[in-house]
């Protein structure tokens, strides 16, 4: 298993993913998505995007590294009773089971990002979109003053340096990073576009209990915890961390969360 794989393996992103389900509906709903289009969800989780793109009548494929995300995005299917969708094991960076061209679109929201060798899977999304068609990425964005920038940022300051030769998946986050990929990717500059979209987290429960299932159910996060722990500084990261999912709050029930990220929306024609 490779260090990406085990690391989204590790915790069980379902129930974090279930916080962004009307976020991720209301972004798809703006992709001009139709009835009979050809769309691929790289870095799919559960199905925050693709579940979405297939009620829209898209045929849909989702890809994701974890096995766990995607045996829990197949029970989502069969329970709703999609036939137009489905979902596979597979690497962002080697998409070794899809023939070029495949796909009016391509999108990947919060998924592609933290692949490593960003160049390799620039260059697997060019392959794997028709000509004419369009990719799509959600990204995050360094230093943003937003929830999950910040998640990112605090934890960090946590855990061990890097090893050598890391690129940090925050680089998608940076206009400059994402369109020397895609031009080394054949895109002709003209036809990558960026905006910053908001991306809200929505829960029936408390901000310490989202905080909570940060702790426990995502990857980075974990590993942050982990050495924490190992450092005697665990009550250090929490207290900085209560702080910010507290502060970030927009719900006036102190009992619900509703917490808004920025992100930086890529569009490439291919």
């Known amino acids: 298993m490779n260090a990406n794989q085990a690391l989204w393996e590790k915790g069980d992103f379902t129930r974090l993913a279930e916080t962004m389900r009307q976020s991720g509906a209301d972004l798809v709903a703006k992709l001009g998505i139709s009835k009979g289009m050809n769309v691929l969800d790289l870095g799919c989780g ?16 989702g890809v994701d590294i974890a096995r766990n995300l995607v045996d829990a995005g197949n029970a989502r299917i069969c329970k ?9 094991h597979g690497d962002a960076v080697d998409l070794k089971d899809i023939q070029d061209e495949q796909f009016d679109l391509v999108m990947s929201i919060f998924g592609a990002m933290f692949a490593p060798r960003p160049f390799g899977v620039a260059k697997e999304l060019v392959r794997v979109t028709r000509h004419g068609g369009r990719i799509v990425m959600g990204n995050w964005i360094p230093g943003d003053p937003t929830l999950v920038a910040q998640i990112l940022k605090v934890s960090s300051a946590y855990t061990p340096a890097p090893p050598e030769g890391f690129i940090s998946p925050m ?4 206009e400059s990073s994402v369109t020397e990929r895609f031009t080394a990717a054949g895109v002709k500059t003209e036809n990558i576009s960026f905006s910053r979209e908001t991306f809200t987290f929505q829960a029936p429960y408390a901000p310490q209990v989202f905080l909570d299932n940060f702790r426990s159910y995502y990857g980075p996060t974990m590993n942050a915890f982990e050495a924490a722990e190992k450092n005697g500084r665990t009550d250090d990261l929490h207290g900085e961390l209560e702080v910010l999912f507290k502060s970030h709050n927009q719900s006036k029930n102190k009992n619900t969360t509703s917490i808004p990220a920025t992100f930086l929306k890529v569009t490439v024609v291919r």
């Open 46 to 61: 559960d199905g925050t995007t693709a579940l979405p793109a297939a009620r829209l009548g898209a045929n849909v494929l």
């Open 171 to 174: 680089l998608w986050g940076v």
């Open 80 to 88: 709703e009773g999609l036939t137009n969708i489905v979902f596979q």
